[in-house]
Nanobody, 122 residues
Framework: QVQPVESGGGLVQAGGSLRLSCAAS????????MGWFRQAPGKEREFVAT????????GYADSVKGRFTISRDNAKNTVYLQMNSLKPEDTAVYYC???????????????WGQGTQVTVSS
């Protein structure tokens, strides 16, 4: 079992930065690919970024490419999402998820956190 717990959300002005963290309570964290997804009010959940078990491979949604960076520290059982140059359209609840492989589809992930709110003001 993997229980991801997100933190680091908050209110930030457009152009600002935030770093989200996701800690997973499992001894087998390094076995999992991790992903970040987000859901804005009235919209469907969308893929943001993914990283493989070693951190050697990553993937991003076009909307965040060049602004967001996903990374992981397997010694700390934690994955991060560094978000720079934030825009009001980045406002959403951000979710962390764990799965067996690098993937952009939410259905590929088995374990989900409760989410953390990110609000970007204009």
């Amino acid at each position: 079992q993997v229980q991801p717990v997100e933190s680091g959300g908050g209110l930030v002005q457009a152009g600002g930065s935030l770093r989200l963290s996701c800690a997973a309570s499992t001894r087998t964290f390094a076995n999992y690919a991790m992903g970040w997804f987000r859901q804005a009010p009235g919209k469907e959940r969308e893929f943001v970024a993914t990283i493989n078990w070693s951190g050697g491979s990553t993937g991003y949604a076009d909307s965040v490419k060049g602004r967001f960076t996903i990374s992981r520290d397997n010694a700390k059982n934690t994955v991060y999402l560094q978000m720079n140059s934030l825009k009001p359209e980045d406002t959403a609840v951000y979710y962390c998820a764990a799965g067996p492989r690098l993937a952009t589809w939410g259905s590929e992930y088995d374990y989900w956190g409760q989410g953390t709110q990110v609000t970007v003001s204009s």
